[in-house]
């Protein structure tokens, strides 16, 4: 039973590590170095980065892009952000993958 216990443990730790990791040494915060409420790490060809790029359209909302095929600076924050896929954004600290047009309005409107 212990084993079938620590089995499980292991596999749950190697599932969430990149959330684990992200408590104790959180993910730098590359926006404040930009006057924009949100970052987003992007590509030209993504469907869901367009998704993002018309809602902000659509709200007014000013942001800063970089396209990580284009941008060597955007990559590397893409990378040190935990990559996997775009868009990443970054929205008021916050870390977003992927796109979801609720979350993205919740959490613009935190502040």
Request: charged share 25%; hydrophobic share 40%; proline share 5%.
């Amino acid at each position: 039973m212990k084993k079938f216990l620590v089995v499980v443990l292991a596999i749950i730790v190697i599932n969430e590590w990149r959330d684990i990791r992200n408590i104790f040494s959180p993910p730098p915060d590359f926006a404040a170095a930009h006057e924009e409420r949100v970052v987003m790490y992007s590509t030209q060809w993504c469907p869901f980065c367009q998704k993002a790029r018309e809602l902000f359209a659509e709200k007014g909302i000013s942001y800063y892009e970089y396209d990580i095929e284009k941008s060597e600076e955007g990559n590397t924050q893409y990378q040190r952000l935990g990559a996997g896929g775009v868009p990443i954004m970054l929205i008021n600290g916050e870390v977003l993958k992927g796109f979801n047009r609720s979350t993205v309005l919740a959490l613009i409107n935190e502040k």
